[in-house]
């Protein structure tokens, strides 16, 4: 699992719940998720859902398996057809759905009202979890010319991952990162796949006093050090905002670090940083006091904390 999707769904402990009866209803419709468009879409025809695998550790490999192609995206164990169908994710598993279309343009609120909806039930019958991610690719080359497959912000429910708009210029169109397969070619200019995303190139990265290579090319910070392998959560994949695309920030999850194009939550998601006058986000927890620059666990880097 990569670090941003452990980090997202960390955030989110009730999206991962099974559901409380053999026999699940369609969960309720939540306030704080998506919300209908003032027209509001007719309902698109929904063919009978797909249950496309029931895996949990396995996720990763079976996506692997499904390889890389345009015709077909990884949802669970199983795939969806690219362009027609979308992928409604419950934890490690999986159920292709037709695609509806959008009730609203791409990005507004209520865009997703009828797919959301399809989703939600299908996910929890089919697999007796509730919603946690919807899937149209999983790597660019599931979408037209021009576009790449972002993971974006869904809602309070979790992730979304979508063919979105190449820019010609300025900062990265995706809330996580333009997701990839390990054969995928990344469209976002500079870039390279990196346990799932598309990052930018970093020639020399730090990793304490050293530069990490060789046998052991990764940076990690438990254990700390340059490893053969890590944990996709304790990984350092940067030390400053410099080694991340134009409009992510680098931010420390514990003991690892990853860019962001947005972050949701300033508690643990903390933006490296230099000096006070770095952070500019305040925290919740303790009456909207603004963040101070401290010593992180990672020991060469300093990151906006809470009191």
């Given at each position: 699992?990569?670090?941003?999707?452990?980090?997202?769904?960390?955030?989110?402990?009730?999206?991962?719940?099974?559901?409380?009866?053999?026999?699940?209803?369609?969960?309720?419709?939540?306030?704080?998720?998506?919300?209908?468009?003032?027209?509001?879409?007719?309902?698109?025809?929904?063919?009978?859902?797909?249950?496309?695998?029931?895996?949990?550790?396995?996720?990763?490999?079976?996506?692997?398996?499904?390889?890389?192609?345009?015709?077909?995206?990884?949802?669970?164990?199983?795939?969806?057809?690219?362009?027609?169908?979308?992928?409604?994710?419950?934890?490690?598993?999986?159920?292709?759905?037709?695609?509806?279309?959008?009730?609203?343009?791409?990005?507004?609120?209520?865009?997703?009202?009828?797919?959301?909806?399809?989703?939600?039930?299908?996910?929890?019958?089919?697999?007796?979890?509730?919603?946690?991610?919807?899937?149209?690719?999983?790597?660019?080359?599931?979408?037209?010319?021009?576009?790449?497959?972002?993971?974006?912000?869904?809602?309070?429910?979790?992730?979304?991952?979508?063919?979105?708009?190449?820019?010609?210029?300025?900062?990265?169109?995706?809330?996580?990162?333009?997701?990839?397969?390990?054969?995928?070619?990344?469209?976002?200019?500079?870039?390279?796949?990196?346990?799932?995303?598309?990052?930018?190139?970093?020639?020399?990265?730090?990793?304490?006093?050293?530069?990490?290579?060789?046998?052991?090319?990764?940076?990690?910070?438990?254990?700390?050090?340059?490893?053969?392998?890590?944990?996709?959560?304790?990984?350092?994949?940067?030390?400053?905002?410099?080694?991340?695309?134009?409009?992510?920030?680098?931010?420390?999850?514990?003991?690892?670090?990853?860019c962001l194009g947005r972050i949701l939550?300033?508690?643990?998601?903390?933006?490296?940083?230099?000096?006070?006058?770095?952070?500019?986000?305040?925290?919740?927890?303790?009456?909207?006091?603004?963040?101070?620059?401290?010593?992180?666990?990672?020991?060469?880097?300093?990151?906006?904390?809470?009191?």
């Amino acid at each position: 699992m990569s670090v941003i999707r452990f980090v997202v769904l960390a955030l989110l402990p009730l999206a991962c719940t099974p559901a409380p009866a053999p026999a699940p209803a369609p969960a309720p419709a939540r306030a704080d998720t998506v919300q209908p468009s003032a027209g509001g879409g007719p309902d698109a025809a929904l063919a009978e859902p797909v249950d496309a695998g029931v895996t949990d550790a396995g996720a990763d490999a079976a996506k692997e398996a499904v390889g890389s192609s345009p015709e077909h995206f990884g949802c669970g164990a199983g795939k969806c057809a690219a362009g027609r169908e979308t992928c409604c994710g419950a934890s490690g598993r999986g159920v292709c759905v037709q695609s509806s279309p959008n009730d609203a343009p791409q990005g507004k609120i209520g865009y997703l009202k009828t797919q959301w909806e399809a989703c939600d039930k299908a996910a929890l019958e089919k697999t007796g979890y509730s919603l946690s991610h919807i899937d149209r690719c999983d790597e660019s080359l599931d979408c037209g010319k021009g576009e790449v497959c972002c993971e974006q912000v869904l809602s309070s429910v979790g992730t979304l991952s979508e063919c979105t708009a190449l820019p010609a210029a300025g900062p990265t169109p995706c809330d996580f990162g333009e997701r990839c397969l390990q054969s995928s070619t990344c469209r976002l200019p500079g870039t390279q796949c990196i346990e799932g995303y598309c990052k930018k190139r970093v020639e020399k990265l730090r990793c304490g006093d050293t530069e990490c290579g060789g046998t052991t090319p990764v940076c990690c910070g438990d254990p700390l050090g340059c490893q053969s392998t890590c944990e996709s959560y304790k990984r350092v994949l940067c030390n400053r905002h410099a080694d991340c695309l134009a409009g992510q920030k680098c931010a420390v999850f514990g003991h690892g670090s990853d860019c962001l194009g947005r972050i949701l939550d300033p508690e643990s998601q903390q933006a490296v940083c230099q000096r006070d006058g770095d952070c500019t986000l305040r925290c919740a927890s303790s009456g909207g006091t603004r963040q101070r620059c401290q010593a992180s666990e990672i020991p060469w880097l300093k990151s906006c904390q809470c009191p």
